[in-house]
Nanobody, 125 residues
Framework: QAHLVESGGGLVQAGGSLRLSCAASGRTFSSYAMGWFRQAPGKEREFVAAIRWSGYSTYYADSVKGRFTISRDNAKNTVYLQMNSLKPEDTAVYYC??????????????????WGQGTQVTVSS
């Protein structure tokens, strides 16, 4: 059984930074497209960032472009989300997702094969 487990969330002041990790287990995810989504209370889930299996191509929501960086270490089966210049509107539960066909476009539309349990990020003003 494959699993995705997020970590690294917490409480931070506006302007601060956090680094989220998504550790995959149960199978090798090196060929998967990987991504991050978030959901704030009372709001719909939204795409945050995605990365191709090679790690050479990355994609971001406009709201986080220039502040967040997605990366992956296939040897460790882990994906990261470095979040800088955090804002109160970044407060949400952040989820990691994996798309088995390497189809980043499908992943960005919310199509996935594996989904994590989420990690809370709270940014205070």
């Amino acid at each position: 059984q494959a699993h995705l487990v997020e970590s690294g969330g917490g409480l931070v002041q506006a302007g601060g930074s956090l680094r989220l990790s998504c550790a995959a287990s149960g199978r090798t995810f090196s060929s998967y497209a990987m991504g991050w989504f978030r959901q704030a209370p009372g709001k719909e889930r939204e795409f945050v960032a995605a990365i191709r299996w090679s790690g050479y191509s990355t994609y971001y929501a406009d709201s986080v472009k220039g502040r967040f960086t997605i990366s992956r270490d296939n040897a460790k089966n882990t994906v990261y989300l470095q979040m800088n210049s955090l804002k109160p509107e970044d407060t949400a539960v952040y989820y990691c997702a994996a798309e088995g066909g390497g189809d980043v476009a499908r992943l960005m539309r919310g199509g996935y094969d594996y989904w994590g349990q989420g990690t809370q990020v709270t940014v205070s003003s």
